[in-house]
């Protein structure tokens, strides 16, 4: 079995940074793309950013120029790296990967739990 598991979150300050972390684990053959999506209260679903296994990346306007994604291919971690936090970036964040795991099975999306980030005004 695959397992994603955030870490990092916590309670900030406007305009403070926080660096949130997602390991995954279990048997896998390969991880395609990372993706981190975010939901506050009473919103939709929105994604943050998604990095691909070669490193592209793509960000939401909503934290284009603040918010940093990456990875380590090695250590099948993703991170995101929160600068001049918002009030409104108040959510749970949740990563999420596609992952394939062996040579035969097909490309699975995993997700993990979800880390609360708080940014006080």
């Known amino acids: 079995q695959v397992q994603m598991v955030e870490f990092g979150g916590g309670l900030v300050q406007t305009g403070g940074s926080l660096r949130l972390s997602c390991a995954a684990s279990?048997?896998?053959?390969?991880?395609?793309?990372m993706r981190w999506y975010r939901q506050g209260p009473g919103v939709q679903r929105e994604l943050v950013a998604t990095?691909?296994?070669?490193?592209?990346?793509y960000y939401g306007d909503s934290v284009r120029g603040r918010f940093t994604i990456s990875r380590d291919n090695a250590k099948k971690m993703v991170y995101l790296q929160m600068n001049s936090l918002k009030p409104e970036d108040t959510a749970v964040y949740y990563c999420?990967?596609?992952?394939?795991?062996?040579?035969?099975?097909?490309?699975?999306?995993?997700w993990g739990q979800g880390t609360q980030v708080t940014v006080s005004s």
């Open positions: 990095i691909s296994s070669g490193g592209n990346t």
């Open positions: 279990g048997i896998i053959a390969s991880i395609n793309i």
């Open positions: 999420a990967a596609d992952i394939k795991s062996s040579a035969l099975s097909s490309m699975k999306e995993y």
